[in-house]
């Protein structure tokens, strides 16, 4: 997979780095597999597993947006900005989460 993001897209395999992402992606599903097989019956476990993908998906298209429109913003070009960004939009998600419920 490195070899082919490397090759076909250069630019991009710098400014995102290949590990950091796939850390974030293997850390999502390590957590929600155990919630998935601890299920008894099939359709809530797979309709779960839907909706942990369209909000994965939703995750790395507003991540991207952020990205792209922070460009300027020498910390967010690094690999690592994708970590303090995914940081700050999570402390956002738990304010509005914390506000709601009280």
């Known amino acids: 997979m490195r070899m082919l993001l490397h090759a076909e897209a250069y630019s991009l395999a710098d400014k995102i ?3 950091l992402p ?3 992606m293997n850390s999502l599903v390590l957590s929600s597999c155990e919630s998935i ?4 019956d099939v359709k809530p476990a797979m309709s779960h597993v839907f909706k942990v993908g369209l909000a994965t998906l939703l995750f790395f298209v507003i991540m991207g947006l952020l990205r792209e429109s922070l460009n300027e913003i020498s910390i967010f070009t690094s690999p690592a900005g994708f970590f303090f960004l995914s940081g700050f939009l999570f402390s956002v998600i738990n304010f509005f989460n914390r ?3 009280a």
Do not use: A, D, R
């Open 99 to 101: 506000n709601k419920l």
């Open 37 to 40: 097989f601890l299920m008894p």
């Open 17 to 19: 780095g290949l590990f």
């Open 22 to 24: 796939l850390l974030l």
